[in-house]
């Protein structure tokens, strides 16, 4: 097919999908008798104590950290090495132990998809090896729990424990912070904590989206969402996926993106039958997954002070399309040998798109992808036998328009004669008996049915609705209103005017990977620095509280920034639905109000490695410029 073809191809399977519901599509979990229950923990002893830190009404804290994954670790982490003490930092997550994503996401097969070398943090500070290329879900739960370990952090956690609002006392300088702990059984505690500053580390892909199906409610069968796997049905654990309880099972499965591809290979292996229900098929190229050679990661890594740093800015720089590339790829995978993700987190052509050049830039992008596009196209047919499943396997769209996904065993898995793919041709599934799923005039009668319907969308809303709580800010300020009124408004990504102390990594005005790892910890130094900078301005006069937000002119300038670059992101305006658009919503976008909210809540056009040297050039600056910094007396 000709670049014409394939992009008339493309605009026709969008247009299929493309629903006017958008993300009202999906279920709002807290209102839903039936799935409210998606929200609970399933890797919990409701009967055990929780574990960690103790907290009483009024406690009161200098630094709250909202999470207990990778992001709030790290966090914690360059805290300390800014010169905070242990004792100054409380973490807080609902989950019942550390590991954020990993401790939620125990399906069979869960594994990070980009290298655990980039992706697991501190590893040089460690001086830990990851077992394989790319880690599985187990060991990254385990590093978590080692990091809390080794910097005694487990002491300063406060599992089981939800924020509701957080509100800002004008008077004492600091945050009210209203939570729920659960004791076990049915038992909840409510109270309240003070805290100096607030960091939201909760994580981009937090809570379960299900979607609203016509008779769901009344399917009378199994039912879960992968990221709450219930192997006490399926049987097997996720040290051991051997779901040996699937053998007399007929499982039924919604979705086919990340997750579903790393699952289904083994549902294929256990499960009597298993129905792949499919909406929009994910681009599915080679994995190659392997152990870690021992030698070569000694060579690797223990002569290079900075190795790990390097290898995250080398992945990031061909992630971005830097040109001229570096001279040597470290990761060399399926990421680095895809410039055209650039068109999703920017890169140094960026900076030369205007509003004259988009249509060139767009070209270019397409370029870039049409060759790697067709290439796992092809592979479809190489690898499924039937000729129909591998035609409705193949993803028609840019590359850059959904998470590329990596798997030796997802696609293999339709030559098995008890897996049937059911693609809907871009529909979705039409409705739901008390035993099945129709699809046309077809009901597919299930014994189970598994949601891989992901999450709700990181690009949806502020910072505080991404965190799962109300913040109120000065003048009693909501920061959804803020959001809803006028858009994002940050300094570098992290900070907003009229919200004092409170510290959130982007993703709206920040920089963006493949790699969320990186970020993380970019930003987390970043934070360390500023509220370092701002209590040594305390002490230095004597003074105990502090507090910082940005100036109305930085924000403004910081948001102008980030709007000129909007129209480097043109390539995502033809993009099927997902939860990069916002399930299409971004597309019908018609007032220019509206269009510039949206550039507002975009991310730095000119990638990670330029974000990165952007907010160091400002702290190698010293000024602290457009931080406003105010200290006073303790009451």
Not at 198 to 203: D, R
Not at 399 to 416: A, T
Not at 423 to 442: A, N
Not at 536 to 547: D, F, H, M, S, Y
Request: hydrophobic content about 35%.
């Amino acid at each position: 097919m000709s670049p014409e073809q394939i992009q008339q191809k493309y605009n026709e399977e969008r247009d299929k999908r493309l629903r006017p519901d958008g993300t009202a599509q999906y279920l709002d979990l807290a209102t839903s008798e039936k799935f409210k229950h998606f929200v609970d923990d399933p890797w919990l002893d409701p009967h055990a104590q929780a574990k960690g830190l103790r907290l009483t009404n009024d406690s009161r804290v200098k630094i709250l950290v909202l999470g207990a994954g990778y992001g709030g670790l790290l966090f914690a982490l360059r805290l300390l090495e800014a010169g905070f003490k242990a004792e100054d930092i409380c973490i807080v997550d609902s989950a019942g132990g550390f590991g954020g994503t990993w401790y939620w996401n125990r399906y069979p097969g869960a594994m990070c998809d980009v290298e655990s070398y980039i992706y697991m943090p501190l590893l040089e500070e460690t001086g830990y090896m990851p077992q394989h290329k790319y880690a599985y879900g187990p060991e990254l739960r385990e590093y978590a729990e080692m990091v809390a370990e080794k910097w005694g952090l487990e002491g300063r956690t406060v599992f089981r424990t939800v924020v509701s609002e957080m509100k800002w006392d004008e008077v004492e300088k600091e945050w009210v912070v209203e939570m729920k702990q659960k004791e076990g059984g049915e038992d909840d505690l409510d109270f309240e904590l003070r805290a100096s500053f607030v960091i939201a580390a909760s994580g981009l892909l937090n809570y379960p989206k299900v979607p609203r199906l016509p008779g769901l409610d009344a399917f009378r069968g199994h039912c879960f969402h992968t990221s709450r796997w219930d192997y006490r049905y399926t049987g097997g654990s996720p040290e051991d996926p051997s779901l040996e309880n699937l053998k007399d099972k007929r499982v039924g499965i919604i979705g086919t993106g990340a997750t579903a591809v790393q699952a289904v290979p083994h549902l294929a292996k256990w499960a009597k039958e298993l129905y792949v229900f499919q909406r929009t098929p994910s681009a599915v190229d080679t994995r190659g997954n392997r152990p870690t050679d021992a030698e070569w990661w000694q060579k690797e890594t223990q002569s290079k002070k900075g190795w790990h740093r390097q290898r995250r800015e080398n992945f990031a720089a061909f992630v971005s399309n830097v040109s001229p590339p570096p001279s040597i790829d470290m990761v060399a995978d399926g990421w680095t040998t895809m410039p055209s993700f650039s068109a999703l987190v920017g890169g140094p052509a960026a900076a030369q798109v205007t509003l004259e050049t988009i249509a060139a830039h767009v070209a270019s992008l397409h370029a870039l992808d049409f060759p790697r596009s067709e290439r796992i196209r092809a592979r479809v047919d190489e690898v499924v036998n039937d000729k129909t499943t591998a035609e409705n396997l193949k993803a028609w769209y840019p590359g850059w328009c959904k998470r590329p996904c990596f798997h030796d065993e997802y696609l293999q898995s339709f030559n098995l004669p008890q897996v049937t793919l059911v693609d809907t041709d871009g529909r979705g599934v039409d409705r739901l008996t008390d035993h099945g799923v129709v699809v046309e005039d077809s009901e597919y009668n299930l014994d189970l049915l598994i949601l891989g319907t992901g999450y709700n969308s990181p690009v949806v809303g502020s910072p505080a609705r991404r965190a799962g709580f109300s913040v109120i800010g000065c003048n009693g300020l909501s920061m959804e209103q803020k959001w809803d009124d006028s858009g994002a408004g940050t300094l570098h990504g992290i900070i907003s005017r009229d919200f004092p102390n409170f510290l959130f990594p982007g993703p709206q005005q920040a920089g963006a990977s493949a790699n969320q790892a990186f970020l993380l910890d970019l930003v987390a130094e970043h934070v360390a620095y500023i509220l370092s900078q701002a209590t040594q301005k305390a002490k230095a006069v004597g003074l105990e509280k502090v507090v910082v937000e940005p100036s109305a002119a930085a924000e403004q300038e910081w948001s102008m920034r980030i709007m000129a670059g909007a129209v480097a992101f043109a390539g995502l305006a033809g993009c099927t639905p997902s939860y990069f658009n916002r399930e299409g919503e971004f597309a019908r976008i018609s007032t220019q109000e509206e269009q510039m909210k949206a550039a507002k809540g975009g991310i730095w056009s000119q990638g990670l490695v330029d974000y990165a040297e952007v907010i160091e050039g400002w702290r190698r600056s010293g000024d602290l410029k457009g931080l406003e910094i105010t200290v006073s007396n303790s009451n």
